[in-house]
């Protein structure tokens, strides 16, 4: 048994809603979603592309498997012949045991990176029947604690680490006066919202002043706001659609604030995702900005002139964040910003679109009884950076880097792990002059 | 009405009716489901990407060939082959052109017939022997699967039998297997025939206007 099964096992007994489950399951069920239970085929083959099956070897941990719930209850109740498998009892209803057995699955056991789909003959998108699922296991009261609680963290506290907005100034304000950078924070008025992640501004404070350096000399028009600056969105990844709209709707409501036609999402993989792609889907209405990961905006300006590095001879690599490469479509701007930048760049295998993810995704870094099989999934990485032979992995997400930073603790790996604003930042060419945008 | 023309008559109708309708309604009723609007601004177009999955999807990509090689070269010799005999093998083709529609090509020659049926025959039971063997298809297999299975061998082994005509018995064993295929395939996952473009026309759309079809 897992250490993430022992903990549900050990666990108080708790009351399970299963008809609320059935139910969630039944509304969620839509046309995208009925096509890919319609059509799996159990071949297996997303076991090939997964990371919790290629560290445990566990036939249970097969993303197809994570299909199970929702189809027992879409052949139930919605899908073509439902009515006929019920009358010959062919199609029994969920059950609560499904729900405890499937739990782990669900939850610790599927960072939603999408690498399934890629290998799946049907191209079945699991990652979002996953999403989907937690709304229901959640409604049903189930979903690791730990998980549950940095939601309502970022509710009721602004933050899932407990960033409130007098944190966030305080930390600002000691990160501007320590590092002696411009760190803008509630102007009027702005062209750009800059978000930040609660990971970075408690772990790795260097990843937001990076940022106000990078962006004030490229003399963009950019603030923070008090009214909204929580980029992660736990309430989407805990399976709680209320507060992830909550934390959407505060975004937005700074955005609009401020008169911004842009907001930049800082070094996370499922904030951008979450916002850039299903941030209107939540909220209800198309937003009314741009979402630029900093990855993207970033580039933009180097592609303008606005930026330019000076060149890095260490070896180094990029471990691509699943939310911003294979499903976010931004791969190739982190690529394009080391280049002439990294003299030495050499890309792991397989690399890109097709990267093995940090085990940590999709809320599964949350999970202190999953910590076990998140080093686990590290020695993947561990083997590709050092079949480069690049002295230092460089990644564009500060929850990759948390759940690698770990795993490396924990395995005693004597890489380099480094954040790529940092690293730009740091070299960035500061004789070339920056052409600022008129002030608003 | 002799026992033969029963099988090939009312028999062959209903099933027919019950695998073209069931097939209709399965497919209508998951679009009849509907969805959402995706209210987010596209980076790419999700046409396109519908088509590239669509094609993308009929072979490994991106660095899976070695991973899923059995599955790849054992599902293609049992599909092509299955289609190969069910288009073209000479009585089927006979069949056709006498009672539904005049197909507009010959029907092969014996020595492909062999080939197809050696094709068909050893990707399906390859990739049955997949099933029984591997943890994770044995732990994801349910009944469905194992009856799709069997019903489709025994439609292939009495269709190999009757090659010859030479007992009416084997020709009438051939269509009856046939027909409970074709009652079966509506309800069972089957299906994944057509659905499969579903499938990938989503993920495609879905994926491909983020700017990654995968």
Partial sequence: ?440 | MTAMEFIEGPVWYAASAIFVLGIAWRIAAIFMIGRARDLSVSRRSPIVGAAKAVLLHSVPHGGNLGRTVYHFVTGYLFHIGLFALLLFAAPHVAFINAGIVALPWPAMPHWAFIIAAEAAFAGLILLYVRRLTDPVTRQLSDVDDHVGVWLTFVAMLTGCLALQEAHAGLRMLHMLSVEALMIYFPFSRLTHAFTFLLARVNTGAALGRRGFTP
């Fill in chain 1, 1 to 440: 048994m897992t250490s993430a099964a022992s903990a549900i096992a050990d666990a108080p007994a708790r009351s399970i809603n299963v008809q609320a489950a059935v139910d969630k399951f039944n509304a969620l069920t839509n046309a995208h979603i009925a096509s890919y239970l319609d059509a799996c085929v159990h071949c297996g083959q997303c076991a090939q592309a997964c990371h919790f099956h290629e560290v445990t070897r566990d036939p249970r941990r097969v993303p197809a498997m994570k299909l199970a719930p929702i189809t027992k209850v879409y052949r139930r109740h919605k899908a073509p012949f439902a009515g006929l498998r019920r009358t010959l009892g062919l199609a029994p209803e969920l059950s609560r045991k499904d729900l405890e057995e499937w739990e782990e699955l669900i939850f610790d056991s599927c960072t939603m990176c999408g690498r399934c789909t890629v290998v799946c003959p049907m191209a079945i998108d699991i990652a979002s029947v996953v999403a989907l699922s937690r709304q229901a296991f959640v409604a049903a009261g189930l979903g690791p604690p730990d998980l549950l609680q940095a939601a309502d963290n970022a509710r009721d506290r602004g933050s899932p680490l407990g960033v409130t907005r007098e944190v966030l100034k305080d930390r600002v304000e000691w990160l501007a006066d320590e590092h002696e950078t411009e760190i803008r924070l509630d102007k009027p008025k702005a062209d750009v919202l800059l978000l930040i992640s609660s990971i970075e501004l408690m772990k790795y404070p260097r990843s937001v002043v990076a940022m106000a350096k990078l962006l004030n000399h490229a003399g963009v028009d950019w603030t923070l706001s008090s009214r909204g600056y929580e980029s992660t969105n736990f309430g989407f990844l805990a399976g709680k659609p209320d507060v992830a709209r909550t934390l959407i709707a505060r975004i937005t409501e700074a955005a609009e604030a401020l008169g911004a036609r842009t907001v930049i999402v800082p070094e996370c993989g499922h904030a951008f995702g979450v916002l850039r792609w299903s941030g209107a889907n939540i909220l209800g209405r198309p937003l009314p900005y741009e979402v630029r990961h900093i990855t993207e905006f970033l580039a933009q300006h180097k592609r303008d002139g606005r930026l330019r590095f000076k060149p890095i001879d260490t070896s180094m690599t990029y471990h691509d964040p699943c939310q911003i490469s294979r499903r976010g479509g931004a791969t190739a701007d982190a690529r394009y910003l080391l280049d002439g930048v990294a003299s030495d760049f050499r890309e792991m295998t397989p690399t890109g679109n097709y990267n093995w993810c940090c085990g940590g995704g999709g809320g599964v870094q949350a999970l202190g009884r999953a910590a076990e099989v998140r080093h686990e999934v590290f020695r993947i990485k561990m083997r590709q950076v050092s079949e480069t032979g690049a002295a230092m992995m460089v990644s564009a997400c500060s929850n990759c880097r948390l759940t690698m930073d770990e795993s490396k603790a924990a395995l005693g790996w004597d890489g380099e792990l480094e954040s790529l604003v940092e690293l730009l930042a740091v070299h960035l060419d500061d004789t070339a002059s920056s052409a600022p945008r008129p002030a608003r």
